[in-house]
């Protein structure tokens, strides 16, 4: 009975200080991430690879979490107005939206990415060719958010931009395998 009432003290005391977590927490957070790497292709296999949605499940971090998600592409698949969108079962993965709203071909990509509770979010990708075999890639995302009541709390040990930063740098190293034929 002693050990029932001191883990029921426990648990309470762990929840009572949770919730003071997230009182005190951010409301509102920002990632600010960019990663880059050199690629030997040309800029325009890798351009390709980041244009076309269809190939991000080959070189996609999140792609990898969950091989089995759904996703579904729009009529157009590459360049502005393409988009698909998923649904994956992952919390890490989750359910969004990605469009393309801007680019330059061999030069530029701007996405829009909406997940159901956040707002948007507008990574970019910048290619540069160094020669006409290799090819430096760079990938940018800069937001702002609010941070939901039950999840302040957790903000004060999570690190989004390393998280995030993370997964850019192990899907642009399989963007790279990939572009180089490995």
Known sequence: MRVLKFLFGLLAFLLIAY??????GPKQSSIDVERNTT???PVATVFNNVND???????SYW???????????GDIKTGTGAWYKWESGDMNVGKGRMETVEYIPNEFIKNKMEFDDTAPSYPSFKFEAIDDSSTK???DMKTDFEVP???RGMMKFMDMNQMIGTAYEKSLANLKNLSEGN
């Open 19 to 24: 919730l003071i977590l997230c009182l005190i």
């Open 39 to 41: 690629i030997d292709a």
């Open 53 to 59: 949605f269809s190939q991000w499940k080959k070189w």
């Open 63 to 73: 792609h990898g979490l969950d091989p089995e998600m759904k996703i579904e592409y």
């Open 137 to 139: 890639v760079s990938w």
């Open 149 to 151: 009541f039950m999840q």
